[in-house]
């Protein structure tokens, strides 16, 4: 199976996806999380990627779409794959259908996790990220069992450099005026299932299942 989570920072993508992933067994894949991975490493993609991401533009199609045909290549096309952040513009959404038809493989469901803008800016000012995993938290609604630490490697948690206030609003326009058309996109295939993202975690997590008939 291969599903698609879209919706704008702060939709929950990302949380979500970890649960979903961890208990369905299938394969995470976050360009967000491969992004800040290749600029921590230090790698060419990184530093090319470190600019555009503080300041919450989007890095150039081209790369992420180069990253995700590499690790799709790598994993084996035939799993089943959870795209986490990608596609992002309609040019990427076209690659990624493209590179599954070529080898026989398409998606199943794009789950737009919709969201409004004030809860949006609420969670990711008070998100804390993992440094090792990558999993979140929100000092309020979603405070680590240990402050400062990951409930699931121990990791140092964190600011990430694009969750504050100036990216934060960037980020948004940036998904209002290049991410939202790919609502329509996947409508249009019939492969959109909506779900409310303003919703508590758990939730939207009953949704997400319920859409994706587990
Ligand atoms: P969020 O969804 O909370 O904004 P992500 O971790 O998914 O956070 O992405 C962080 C940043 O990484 C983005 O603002 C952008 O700069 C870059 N990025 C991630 N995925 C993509 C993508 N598919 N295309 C272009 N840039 C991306
Ligand atoms: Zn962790």
């Given at each position: 199976m291969k599903i698609v989570f879209l919706g704008p920072p702060g939709a929950g993508k990302g949380t979500q996806a970890v649960r979903l992933c961890g208990?369905?067994?299938?394969?995470?894949?976050?360009?967000?999380?491969?992004?800040?991975?290749?600029?921590?490493?230090?790698?060419?993609?990184?530093?090319?990627?470190?600019?555009?991401?503080?300041?919450?533009?989007?890095?150039?199609?081209?790369?992420?779409?180069?990253?995700?045909?590499?690790?799709?290549?790598?994993?084996?096309?035939?799993?089943?794959?959870l795209f986490d952040g990608f596609p992002r513009t309609v040019a990427q959404a076209e690659a990624l259908g493209?590179?599954?038809?070529?080898?026989?493989?398409?998606?199943?469901?794009?789950?737009?996790?919709?969201?409004?803008?004030?809860?949006?800016?609420?969670?990711?000012s008070?998100?804390?990220t993992c440094r090792k995993c990558g999993a979140n938290f929100h000092e309020k609604n979603m405070p680590p069992k240990r402050a400062g630490a990951c409930d699931h490697c121990g990791g140092e948690l964190y600011q990430r450099d694009d969750d504050r206030p100036e990216s934060i609003?960037?980020?948004?326009?940036?998904?209002?005026?290049?991410?939202?058309d790919l609502i329509r996109y996947y409508a249009d295939k019939g492969l959109l299932r909506r779900v409310s993202g303003d919703l508590p975690a758990g939730d939207v997590y009953a949704e997400v299942q319920q859409v994706l008939g587990f």
């Amino acid at each position: 199976m291969k599903i698609v989570f879209l919706g704008p920072p702060g939709a929950g993508k990302g949380t979500q996806a970890v649960r979903l992933c961890g208990e369905k067994g299938i394969a995470h894949l976050s360009t967000g999380d491969m992004l800040r991975e290749a600029v921590r490493v230090g790698t060419e993609v990184g530093l090319k990627a470190k600019s555009y991401m503080d300041s919450g533009a989007l890095v150039p199609d081209d790369v992420v779409i180069r990253i995700i045909e590499e690790t799709l290549s790598r994993l084996g096309w035939e799993k089943s794959f959870l795209f986490d952040g990608f596609p992002r513009t309609v040019a990427q959404a076209e690659a990624l259908g493209e590179m599954l038809k070529t080898r026989g493989a398409g998606l199943d469901h794009v789950v737009y996790l919709e969201t409004s803008a004030g809860v949006a800016v609420e969670r990711l000012s008070g998100r804390q990220t993992c440094r090792k995993c990558g999993a979140n938290f929100h000092e309020k609604n979603m405070p680590p069992k240990r402050a400062g630490a990951c409930d699931h490697c121990g990791g140092e948690l964190y600011q990430r450099d694009d969750d504050r206030p100036e990216s934060i609003r960037n980020r948004l326009q940036v998904y209002e005026a290049q991410t939202a058309d790919l609502i329509r996109y996947y409508a249009d295939k019939g492969l959109l299932r909506r779900v409310s993202g303003d919703l508590p975690a758990g939730d939207v997590y009953a949704e997400v299942q319920q859409v994706l008939g587990f």
